[in-house]
């Protein structure tokens, strides 16, 4: 039978599902799990010992700033902006949810996103989200004003997974007046887009790394879709001896195959289907290969020449590549990764494909 050891006085309860009035009580208030949402929050002026969860009174209890010895409870997800409140509310988390989940993130959360805040939450007690557009990551002329910013929705999205910390800094929270401490990224992030993006992997390392020391994190979530920025981070990682493990998890995609990004609210529908062209550039080479071409340079030929006919505008790169080092094969060696990096019109898009023997 769960227990809950209430250990503060005088807190503030947000629910109490189902599990009536109890003495000491004063004013609580009952709702069932059925609606979804909690009723409004009453005040009580104080809690005594113990609250007991039996068979006559099955339910949980919902509090904020209480301190509990029980993991039977239900967080309400905290919502901060601020390093010290940061630090606060995991102090707290760490008292009842250890080790905690990290994912961070840009904002404007689709299904890709929600997909790596589910994983994490499914393998970890605790789950912060951190949502910060990173100025240090975007270049000259990049898209850092016009990127897709969708804060209320955002945190709504998150609230209703029951995340339990969402972190929103500012600019100035981030890089404070005065900063000028950088990391220099690996050797895996100088070519593909450290050809083409010159300061980006400086500023993703960075960002990463001072969110790693402020979560305090043991596992880290990304996903594949930035499969150099997620290799740049494990290697960082594994150079600088960080005791973070770093998960990456798999490509979503939107029904017609094209994978889930931000930045594709910038499509129009004509947009859009020549954007296709780099999933279906991805699934013929994968064809080629598993029919028998070898020959790495042929290959890297036939994606150029399939992205141009299918309608983008320009192509950056489309590479077969080794899954660690992203070194250009030219011949062809399981595992390999596929990268692509195209414009359509005004929007850059990448996306990629592993394969395996």
Known sequence: MPILTVKSVGTRIFACVNVGFFPGLTGAVCSTLTGGTAPA????????GFVRIGPQMSGILVATDLECESKNFVRRMQTVRTIAQLRLALKKLRESADPIGLVPTMGALHDGHLSLVRTCQHECPATVVTIFVNPAQFGPGEDLTRYPRSIEADVQKLADLKVDVAFLPAEDEIYPAGFSTYVEPPQVSKGLEGEF????????????????NLTGTRRAYFGQKDYQQALVIRHMVRDLDLPVEICICPIVRDTDGLALSS????LSDLQRQAALA???????????IRQGEND?????????R????????AVDYAVVADTETLVIQETVRFPLVML?????????????MILQD
């Open 296 to 304: 790495g340079r042929a290959l890297m030929a036939q994606m150029n």
């Open 340 to 352: 692509i990096a195209a414009h359509v019109d005004q929007t850059r898009l990448i996306d990629n």
């Open 278 to 288: 780099l999933i279906r550039t991805l699934r013929q080479t994968e064809q080629s």
């Open 263 to 266: 930045r594709n609210i910038y």
């Open 41 to 48: 929050v009453t005040d009580i002026p104080q809690i005594y």
């Open 306 to 313: 399939s992205l141009i006919a299918g309608g983008v505008t």
């Open 197 to 212: 993006r010159d300061t980006h992997f400086r500023g993703v390392a960075t960002v990463v790394l001072k969110l790693f």
